[in-house]
């Protein structure tokens, strides 16, 4: 009985980043950027750095697309 608790002490366990978080969160984001008059791109990646949400604002400069995508991973 120990041996089977010492194991399942020894497992990690993360959060999980769902569609409807990560939607909140990039919507949240832009009201901001809104609000300060900003155009941005969101770019939101999972804990294994695949993309998860992504979205640009209209008139936001293409530049920033990659940046936004570099930056996400760091």
């Known amino acids: 009985m120990l041996a ?3 194991v399942s002490l020894a497992q990690e366990t993360r959060p999980i980043l769902t569609q409807t978080t990560a939607k909140k969160m990039a919507d949240a984001c832009e009201q901001y950027a809104r609000g300060k008059g900003w ?3 969101v770019t939101i990646v999972d804990a294994g750095g695949v993309l998860k949400q992504f979205s640009r604002m209209d008139d ?3 530049i920033s697309v990659d940046a936004s ?3 996400a991973h760091t």
Do not use: H, N, R
């Open 4 to 6: 089977a608790t010492q």
């Open 39 to 41: 155009k941005i791109i």
């Open 60 to 62: 936001s400069f293409m």
């Open 69 to 71: 995508q570099m930056k």
